[in-house]
């Protein structure tokens, strides 16, 4: 199967992107296992405050946990990591590497997702090659503030204007994933509705059911 | 000119790690360039705390800098940036990707340089393929102090213990410059001696005569 099949045949995404500092006294790898036994299908490592070498045991185990569920993993931002642990996807920032020279040094196989906080910015990507684009911030979050919320109808507009998947980002949780899923976008991410929820095993399970995702 | 013979003909090495936070109201980049022209063989870019856009952005200025001098350019840690930027080498700690993925994903053409702290370390890098390694620390220094320092009879057990080049980096200036050179080593690495220094040429210039690899 290859890269566009598999991202059409994983659709809607419910898209966990990683925060060990939210985990409490968890480890983020049992944290993240009980958001993939319910329903969570994408994972994104994402991790700033670790040596290299650390990223790279983490990123390791969570790729085989991904395996292990049938889910997409996927590195945010380094490289260097993705490479490591042969990664199927990356997701790049605007701070991050640019997309053209991401894909020149990982090629045509690895997923790339990107990070657009306007229709203009989501075209550019997609017209870089990008396979996948996060739209951010759908709803105001006290962590993202640098621009402002795109709201239902800022992505609807970006989910409209691509062909690519469109995933949502940005305070989305069970209560208005239905709502996001119905302007247009391919998925919705989340971090801290599943990452520091009480029980995220029920956390993902009741994301992926407004989703649209949960297999059961 | 193949990796080795290009190694050997540009020893002895008078090598400096950059370090932003140091360079006071100058620019960076001109104090690298004021230490090129002072000297400086080899330029290590270690910065930590920019995002992987600007690292790149910075690695690609030095890496011309480097062009425009005759030097060599090495990037710290970050796989990813010295790929961005097609570095010739790259450095990596005992905290950084381990040497046999990097070796597996820059090939066989690219220089690797391993941090070592004892002749055990050293020895397992050169087994492993490295291309030089870095001792630290010889001397005790502020900021780094994790490890006993070698000393000058330490640095010559790993300098006699090796084929491959050995720089010696930690608490180096021009007054011992000539005594760790004696002590079997290939170059001397320095930070704050150069990057710190009022007049960074003029200390480049007197290091690399310490060091004898000033060519006038
Ligand atoms: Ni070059």
Redesign the interface.
Same mark, same amino acid.
């Given at each position: 199967m290859d890269k566009n099949q598999f991202l059409q045949k994983s659709l809607p995404w419910t898209y966990l992107v990683t925060d060990r500092r939210i985990c409490g006294d968890r480890s983020l790898f049992s944290v993240v296992e009980k958001a993939l036994r319910g329903g969570v299908n994408v994972v994104q490592y994402r991790e700033k405050e670790a040596?290299?070498?650390?990223m790279?045991a983490e990123a390791g185990k969570i790729h085989e946990l991904c395996r292990k569920y049938g889910a997409l993993f996927i590195v945010n931002?380094?490289? &260097?990591v993705a490479?490591?642990v042969k990664a199927p996807g990356v997701h790049l920032g605007?701070? &991050?590497?640019?997309l053209p020279?991401a894909r020149r040094?990982l090629g045509s196989d690895v997923i790339i997702g990107i990070s657009a906080s306007s229709v203009e910015e989501a075209q550019t990507a997609e017209k870089d090659g990008a396979d996948y684009v996060g739209a951010s911030a759908v709803f105001a979050t006290p962590t993202k503030e640098e621009a402002p919320a795109l709201g239902l109808a800022g992505l609807a507009q970006i989910s409209y204007a691509l062909s690519i998947p469109v995933v949502a980002i940005g305070g989305i949780h069970r209560g208005n994933a239905a709502d996001v899923m119905a302007a247009g976008s391919s998925g919705v991410a989340v971090v801290s509705a599943v990452m520091a929820a009480e029980d995220p095993e029920e956390a993902a399970r009741l994301l992926a059911k407004a989703i649209g995702s949960a297999e059961g």
């Open positions: 040596s290299t070498r650390q790279i931002d380094r490289i &260097d490479l490591a605007q701070e &991050d590497m640019s020279m040094i």
